[in-house]
């Protein structure tokens, strides 16, 4: 991951994982926390619109202001819908009341957000883009600098975590150009593939450059750029936090492209109890297991050593 942007642009950050209550917005909300202390400016972007509630997280009432006040039309900047927190140094976008879901942001819509979010003035931006794979929520992921894919240690998340970032390869593939001439070598070998009973998508790729050289080039460059990190959340026994390791290892041998292990977070009952009062955890319990876990991820990041 590399930390060097040109013209000043944030940092993106984007906290997915496909299924929901693994801990995405509690763990976006406090790492926005946790970076502010660690003296960046960091807007959080709560991108899930259909379940927008990073707000209470922070102990916020739904702000009048958000992105449904940017998508009207009715301020031109996305600073103008980024409103102060309790933390110092860092501002929230709220998706409540933008009235959709993600899934259902027009094309046009999805864009301008995607612009905007580069030109906000700030060093670091993080994008809690909810649950699920739809295409939108794909967009959001694979436009971010890095994203970070939380599992938890159960079978459904880890089967989720797989299908995510199986349909964003996937995605990202069908995004390389040139596009068109790609999708249709794509439909065409991935088919062949998997009569032949083989799919995965590395074995897709070599396929690919076997048949049409500069095509399997294209998309071995873009395919570079998708190094998403995973990050294991309530861990309960040492054994869990080998998963990260595991899930990096089994992707490079699936995908052939580096998905990076960002470490794991401890389950801890504190969590609990600093979401019943609305606080980032890292201002009530900042000496607790949870706190710690996300200043050091924080930090990690920050080093660009995700
Ligand atoms: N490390 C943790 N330890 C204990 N509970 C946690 C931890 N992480 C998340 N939780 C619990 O999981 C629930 C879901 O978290 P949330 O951030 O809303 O998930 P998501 O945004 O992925 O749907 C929360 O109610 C929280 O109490
Ligand atoms: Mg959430």
Excluded: W
């Amino acid at each position: 991951m590399s930390r060097v942007k040109a013209d000043h642009q944030p940092m993106i950050y984007a906290v997915g994982g496909g299924k929901g209550g693994v801990g995405k917005s509690v763990i976006a909300a406090n790492l926005g926390a946790a970076l502010a202390l660690l003296g960046r400016r960091v807007v959080l972007f709560d991108a899930d619109l259909g379940g927008a509630n990073l707000h209470t997280f922070l102990g916020m009432s739904s702000p009048a202001l958000g992105i449904g006040t940017f998508l009207s039309g009715k301020v031109g900047r996305l600073d103008e819908v980024a409103v102060d927190t309790s933390v110092e140094s860092l501002r929230l976008i709220s998706g409540a009341g933008a009235g959709l879901e993600t899934a259902n942001l027009k094309y046009a819509q999805k864009s301008k957000i995607l612009r905007h979010l580069r030109k906000l003035d700030a060093d670091e931006v993080i994008l809690d883009i909810g649950a699920g794979s739809s295409f939108n929520v794909l967009d959001f992921f694979l436009a971010a600098d890095q994203g970070i894919l939380v599992l938890v240690p159960e079978p459904t998340s880890v089967e989720n975590a797989y299908h995510f970032l199986k349909s964003a390869f996937y995605r990202t593939m069908k995004d390389t150009e040139p596009k068109g001439q790609i999708r249709q070598i794509l439909s065409r070998v991935r088919g062949e593939l998997e009569a032949r009973g083989i799919h995965s998508p590395r074995e897709l790729v070599e396929q690919i450059s076997r048949e049409d050289l500069e095509a399997g080039m294209s998309l071995e460059r873009s395919l570079k750029a998708f190094r998403p990190g995973v990050l294991i959340n309530r861990v309960r026994e040492p054994g869990d936090r080998r998963l990260g390791d595991d899930v990096s290892l089994a992707c490079r041998d699936y995908f052939g492209t580096g998905v990076s292990a960002l470490g794991s977070l401890d389950y801890d009952s504190l969590v609990h109890q600093s979401i019943v009062r609305r606080r980032p955890i890292l201002e009530l319990f900042p000496g607790t297991a949870f706190a710690r876990g996300i200043m050091s991820l924080g930090e990690r990041l920050l080093r660009g050593s995700g």
